[in-house]
């Protein structure tokens, strides 16, 4: 399996942006898909954002079109989640995953690693 460390979590007002970033160690990510889900206090975890190997594919979860990207840097072994005009209703911790797969999946089963988070509070 591969590493996850995600960073780049923290406190923004309402409108905001954030980078996110998911460092891999162990195995290289080019032979992954990635995703970025969250989780917020009593909710489930949800997908936010997923891309293929190569990054020439993206999907978003409908609500987040327009706002948030994802994108990678399989020389860097990194992936990233961009999060423009950030709102109250985002708060959660983000977490990374990678699927051990070419073609980038919506489903937390198909993500065999998983970061340990990052936190991302955004103030109204």
């Known amino acids: 399996q591969v590493q996850l460390v995600e960073s780049g979590g923290g406190l923004v007002q309402t409108g905001g942006s954030l980078r996110l970033s998911c460092a891999a160690s162990?195995?290289?990510?080019?032979?992954?898909?990635m995703g970025w889900f969250r989780q917020a206090p009593g909710k489930e975890r949800e997908f936010v954002a997923g891309?293929?190997?190569?990054?020439?594919?993206?999907y978003y979860a409908d609500s987040l079109k327009g706002r948030f990207f994802i994108s990678r840097d399989n020389a860097k072994n990194t992936a990233y989640l961009q999060m423009n005009n950030l709102k109250p209703e985002d708060t959660a911790v983000y977490y990374c995953?990678?699927?051990?797969?070419?073609?980038?999946?919506?489903?937390?089963?198909?993500?065999?690693?998983w970061g340990q988070g990052t936190q991302v509070t955004v103030s109204s």
């Open positions: 995953a990678a699927d051990p797969a070419y073609w980038l999946t919506t489903l937390r089963a198909d993500y065999a690693s």
């Open positions: 162990g195995r290289t990510l080019s032979r992954h898909a």
């Open positions: 891309i293929n190997w190569s990054g020439a594919s993206t």
